[in-house]
């Protein structure tokens, strides 16, 4: 039965459509050990098609495989944080002097983009951890980035894995600049982009690696347009000698 890697993690999943399988595959292992097991029933499918259709407005022509592969995420997001101190955040990763950097916003503001510039600035320099939904964990007390199969539609990601350094919530502008996310706004920029539960136990343990991030990595507003001079903008943050301290 098959066994991925996922999070530093050995998950067993028995994909049923080929899409699945071929999404999954370069995080495939030998291992037979696994730390659990994820299996999705069609009512958890046809849930996860009535989401995604009412959240991007569209017609119910969904194809099952890519409601499939949406189900089984969604149930190795709630495990990992019941179990292993860890969260979905919908953003891109890239990896950057031996730490992970977070580009998030809402779709179409810019995340992908933002890549395709930092892959311009740095060429070699920096590489792709995940372009849209990277896993976050709490391990030996710091916050890790994980790539995960799910990579958005552009493809872009590994099984890389970093340390967080900072995060950085976009907004389009003509002119870019970059400052400190307010400290109020910051709890809420965070759980726009993860996902959300209901029951006390969760929410509790969802909170406390939210905190954790909060305490251990820098969180940036990034006003940007579409130019290089905006990866440009968001790596001086990163390379200055006295990181910029100005509050948004």
Request: net charge neutral; aromatic share 8%; charged share 25%.
């Amino acid at each position: 039965m098959p066994v991925y890697r996922i999070a530093d993690l050995n998950i067993k999943i028995v994909p049923e459509s080929d899409f699945f399988e071929n999404q999954l595959r370069n995080f495939q292992i030998s291992d037979e050990h696994f730390d659990f097991e994820v299996n999705v029933t069609k009512a958890d499918i046809e849930a996860e098609r009535l989401v995604y259709t009412q959240r991007n407005n569209l017609a119910d022509n969904i194809p099952v495989s890519v409601c499939e592969s949406l189900a089984v995420y969604r149930k190795i997001c709630r495990k990992i944080l019941s179990d292993y101190s860890g969260i979905l955040f919908h953003s891109a990763a890239v990896e950057y002097k031996g730490g992970a950097y977070l580009f998030s916003a809402p779709s179409g503001t810019g995340k992908t983009t933002h890549i395709r510039l930092w892959k311009k600035l740095l060429g070699d320099k920096m590489s792709v951890i995940n372009g849209d939904k990277p896993l976050l964990r709490i391990v030996d007390d710091k916050i890790i980035v994980y790539g995960t199969p799910w990579m958005g539609k552009e493809n872009y990601g590994s099984d890389k894995n970093a340390p967080l350094r900072a995060i950085f919530f976009l907004e389009r502008a003509e002119k870019n600049s970059v400052c400190r996310a307010d400290v109020k706004s910051v709890l809420s920029l965070i759980m726009a982009q993860t996902l959300r539960y209901c029951d006390r136990d969760n929410v509790s343990k969802l909170l406390l690696i939210v905190e954790k991030i909060i305490s251990s990595s820098d969180i940036y507003i990034l006003k940007c347009n579409m130019d290089i001079s905006a990866a440009e903008t968001a790596v001086s943050a990163i390379d200055s000698e006295y990181p910029h301290k100005s509050m948004c």
